[in-house]
């Protein structure tokens, strides 16, 4: 079993950079894919970005390649996601998530609440 603590989030202003972090306990998490999850007010979840259980492996939504960087280190259990050029339309709560069986590459169709781990999420709000 894996639990997920997310931090980092904050008000930034649209430029800013930020960086989030997701710290994970129990023994698979190096064995684990993980991801992360946005969702803005009024809107359904959708997916940000997701890496291998090995560092490689990694996908990223569209509008947020270039600008997000997903990583992570298994000797800390922890998943990063650093998010750079931060624009208004990133404002939402980002959540953490992983799944034992899915690839990293099936998190970007895959339904946040069938993942086999996922955290409670922290808010991210970029002013104009």
């Known amino acids: 079993q894996v639990q997920l603590v997310e931090s980092g989030g904050g008000l930034v202003q649209a430029g800013d950079s930020l960086r989030l972090s997701c710290a994970a306990s129990?023994?698979?998490?190096?064995?684990?894919?993980m991801g992360w999850f946005r969702q803005a007010p009024g809107k359904e979840r959708e997916f940000v970005a997701s890496?291998?259980?090995?560092?490689?492996?990694?996908y990223y939504k569209e509008s947020v390649k270039g600008r997000f960087t997903i990583s992570r280190d298994n000797a800390r259990n922890t998943v990063y996601l650093q998010m750079n050029s931060l624009k208004p339309e990133d404002t939402a709560v980002y959540f953490c998530?992983?799944?034992?069986?899915?690839?990293?590459?099936?998190?970007?169709?895959?339904?946040?609440?069938?993942?086999?781990?996922r955290g409670q999420g922290t808010p991210v709000t970029v002013s104009s």
């Open positions: 998530a992983g799944d034992q069986t899915l690839t990293s590459q099936m998190f970007g169709s895959a339904r946040f609440e069938r993942l086999d781990y």
């Open positions: 129990g023994s698979t998490f190096s064995r684990t894919a």
């Open positions: 890496i291998g259980w090995s560092g490689g492996g990694t």
